[in-house]
């Protein structure tokens, strides 16, 4: 008798703590006021709104619709919830190193017109296969990788660097060139990359004519 009186005073708190956490899926993203805030639809269809997304500080993301998410509820109240972790299975890389870290996106979803190679040229070792269908999601295009080797891998379609002062590359040799038909470059001597103001020696039909480098063209 008193054990049944027990789970019936305890029934409305455990049913508190049930309601705390819960899996969900994406179904919008929105952002104002400098706060990005999420729908959801949790179990059984129940739909959650105004869920505000907590991060990591430096790093940020976007996440796509039907995106996986953990969501927690505070005092286990349905109309106050925190999305704290996202994952999207579509576009994980795959085949990561024991102690491999990688930072990726959705690719070309968000407007990259031309479709790489399957895999991408150059790709690293696991890259997510190609969808079959125009229906398909894309995978990711886009990656960086840190290596166990304490290599840094920068694999996608284009890398553009802003800098507003001046790029530092300290490196004994460099590496140029297409996957497999890459030439070494050293910093100084025979191959190095030629400058404005270098003075440099043009053959033309059989005759050197030394010259210095006035002005860069495309």
């Known amino acids: 008798m008193i054990w049944e009186e027990l789970k019936r005073a305890l029934a409305p708190i455990r049913q508190r703590i049930s309601l705390m956490i819960g899996r969900a899926l ?5 952002e104002e006021d400098g706060r990005r805030t999420a729908q959801a639809t949790l179990l059984a269809g129940e739909l959650a709104e105004g869920l505000e997304m907590f991060e990591h500080f430096g790093l940020t993301s976007r996440p796509l619709a039907d995106c996986e998410a953990v969501v927690i509820f505070q005092g286990g109240d349905r109309s106050l919830g925190y999305v704290v972790a996202t994952d999207d299975p579509r576009y994980r890389p795959l085949g990561l190193q024991p102690g491999e870290v990688a930072i990726y996106n959705a690719g070309d979803v968000l407007g990259l ?20 269908t125009e229906d398909d ?6 990656r960086i ?3 166990p080797d304490r290599t840094i891998r920068i694999t996608g379609a284009l890398l553009q660097l802003y800098a507003l002062e001046g ?7 460099i590496l140029w060139g297409p996957p497999g038909e890459q030439t070494e470059l050293p910093p100084t001597g025979e191959g190095r ?12 039909e059989g005759t050197d004519y030394p010259g210095e480098i006035v002005e860069s063209c495309d």
């Open 167 to 173: 790029i530092s590359l300290v490196s004994p040799a």
């Open 26 to 30: 994406l179904t919008a993203v929105a």
């Open 113 to 132: 017109e031309e479709v790489l190679p399957d895999p991408p040229v150059g790709a690293p070792e696991g890259w997510p296969a190609m969808p079959e």
């Open 193 to 204: 990359v030629a400058r404005v103001g270098d003075c440099v020696v043009v053959n033309v």
């Open 145 to 147: 990788q840190l290596l």
């Open 137 to 142: 999601l894309p995978p990711a295009l886009c």
